[in-house]
């Protein structure tokens, strides 16, 4: 069997690669990064994700036309549960095929010493779309580079999509999170949104918060609300005030509970911590409770990537957030097969929806 670091070396072209901009059209191109969007791309996807929702729910069965005869390959190197599985519903009520390796890739070539360049070329002689969850950062860029290589060789190019970059990105969490702020809340623009936990290491926000920057909302600020080892990096912040977003950095969620329209919430990762004793310390300031946001606004909303754990206290504090109107997690979880569905559709069939 092979090492870890064997597994997961990188290469050298994930930091050469550039993936290309949407520009408005969708057709045949990787998704890797929330940096290839701007506004109007991402209106194009959520009417489509719109008109798919309204479709699905209207039991209309002709959305099997739209990837008939299509192909997708599930590659996960990392565990996962919702992204996968939506990825793969997605598909399949597209009317697509689904290939993959994800319950079964501790027994794949790359256990035996194959790097990600083959293994993605394989898959892509097979698939027309390859969703790809790696955990070294970098590796969507790789398996995109990769593929452009293969791409030039046969006829039919297969295009890849991440499902999560290492702790670097998130792309289509970050699109679904998005698309669901604008479909609660009416607008994006002046909206206060506040982000908690481990913000340093979450690719969820990290993505998020670039994407809410692409989409140049008015008025719009951004609150970060982590421990100080755990904190937004750096370069993130000075892209969105770069952009013109006003940001406000904190340890105390008091200081924004009253102001914020959207409440994000992430797990404080406990074995991100060398001190045991500073991470008792402020445990508690970064766990959701019901009374955590028994003073919250009413109208505000409250997001979390999942899955869970002692981020939102026990079960039964769970059964009490679920049933508070404002969490709408499980909304926010089924969105993202829509948008996944509408995303799928543009890259393979971009005259579709």
Known sequence: ????????????????????????YYLAKHIISVDQFARED??????????????????????????????????FFESSTRTDMSFQAAM???G???????????????????????????AGCYADVIVLRHPQVGSSYEAAYYLDLLNRRVRKPSVVISGGDGVGEHPTQ??????????????????????????????????????????????????????????????????????????????TLQDVLGESDVLYWTRVQEERFKNVTEYESIKDDFILVPKTIHNAPKTMIIMHPLPRKHEMGTPADHDILDADPRAIYFEQMENGMFVRMALLAKVLREAYV
């Open 1 to 24: 069997m092979a090492t870890q670091e064997k597994i997961h070396a990188p290469s050298p072209h994930r930091h050469t690669y550039s993936p290309p901009k949407i520009a408005g």
């Open 42 to 75: 991402l209106e194009i996807l959520f009417d489509a994700a719109k008109s798919i929702r309204k479709r699905m729910r209207q039991n209309d069965r002709g959305l099997t036309e739209v990837c008939a005869g299509r192909v997708m390959a599930s590659l």
């Open 92 to 94: 399949r009520r597209l």
């Open 96 to 122: 697509g095929d689904v290939i993959a390796a994800s319950n079964g890739v501790q027994f794949s070539s790359m256990y035996k010493g194959e790097d990600l360049a083959d293994t993605i070329r394989a």
């Open 174 to 251: 970050a699109l679904l999170d998005l698309f669901t702020i604008i479909d609660q809340k009416g607008t994006l623009d002046y909206q206060s949104i506040t982000m908690v936990g481990d913000l340093k290491n979450g690719r969820t926000v990290h993505s998020l918060a670039k994407l809410i920057a692409y989409y140049r909302p008015t008025g719009t600020h951004l609150n970060f609300v982590a421990p100080e080892g755990l904190r937004m990096p750096d370069d993130i912040i000075a892209m969105l005030r770069d952009l013109s977003i006003s940001v406000r950095e904190t340890e």
